[in-house]
């Protein structure tokens, strides 16, 4: 089992739709929580970074963290083309080793 | 641009060779991440330096080493390559030593091992 479980998609929605992206993790020492983005070709960009459990959001974008039943949580409002792209969910206990999930790639249609 | 610069972008060679990848991180960051990325493994972290010393060791193997030089960039060594090697390298630096809370990546290089 890996440590760190994500749903591979595709997620295919319609422009303006609000998109839920998940996580599940195992290592109950895991404290820090990210989520990045990966456009084709390119190299992972940190979109939103938590701390313990809780909600943080930024523009478009609400992250969520539930630690009692290890659930990571993405969501993006009014999604645009321009968000399609593959969505990489991480977290460390607190040492140096960042554990990814394998992605989930999503594309948002006209 | 995350400010982090790998080269080459490309690299093809063949099994049991060995080969350099270079990474320079951003300006003022002083840890440098290498992680893999292959179709079924996704993101494999293998090695963390920081300041010129190593930090952190995650799945690599003894094929592969690293080393960070005193100014700062650093570089991954792949030997006796295999057919399995092929993947994407991605290099990330940070301020910090850890834990890697916010890692700016490069672009990576594509390894194909004929």
């Known amino acids: 089992q890996k440590e760190v479980e994500q749903d591979p998609g595709p997620l295919s929605v319609p422009e303006g739709a609000i998109v839920s992206l998940n996580c599940t993790y195992s290592?109950?020492?895991?404290?820090?929580f990210m989520w990045y983005r990966q456009y084709s070709r390119k190299g992972p960009e940190l979109l939103m970074y938590?701390?313990?459990?809780g909600n943080k959001e930024d523009g478009r974008f609400t992250a969520q963290v539930d630690k009692s039943s290890k659930y990571i949580s993405l969501f993006i409002r009014d999604s645009q083309p321009s968000d399609s792209a593959t969505y990489l969910c991480?977290?460390?206990?607190?040492?140096?080793?960042?554990?990814f999930g394998t992605g989930t790639q999503l594309k948002v249609e006209l | 641009d995350s400010g982090v610069t790998q080269t080459p972008k490309h690299l093809i060679t063949a099994t049991g060779q060995r080969v350099t990848l270079r990474c320079s991180p951003r300006?003022?960051?002083?840890?440098v991440y290498w992680y893999q990325q292959s179709l079924d493994q996704g993101l494999q972290f293998l090695i963390q330096y920081y300041n010129g010393e190593e930090r952190a060791k995650g799945n690599i193997l003894e094929r592969f080493s690293a080393q960070q030089f005193p100014d700062l960039h650093s570089e991954l060594n792949l030997s006796s390559l295999e057919l399995g090697d092929s993947a994407l390298y991605f290099c990330a630096s940070s301020v910090g030593r850890g834990p890697p809370e916010k890692l700016f990546f490069g672009s990576g290089t594509q390894l194909s091992v004929l």
């Open positions: 991480a977290s460390t206990g607190g040492g140096n080793k960042l554990t």
């Open positions: 290592n109950s020492a895991f404290q820090y």
């Open positions: 300006s003022g960051d002083l840890s």
């Open positions: 938590t701390y313990s459990s």
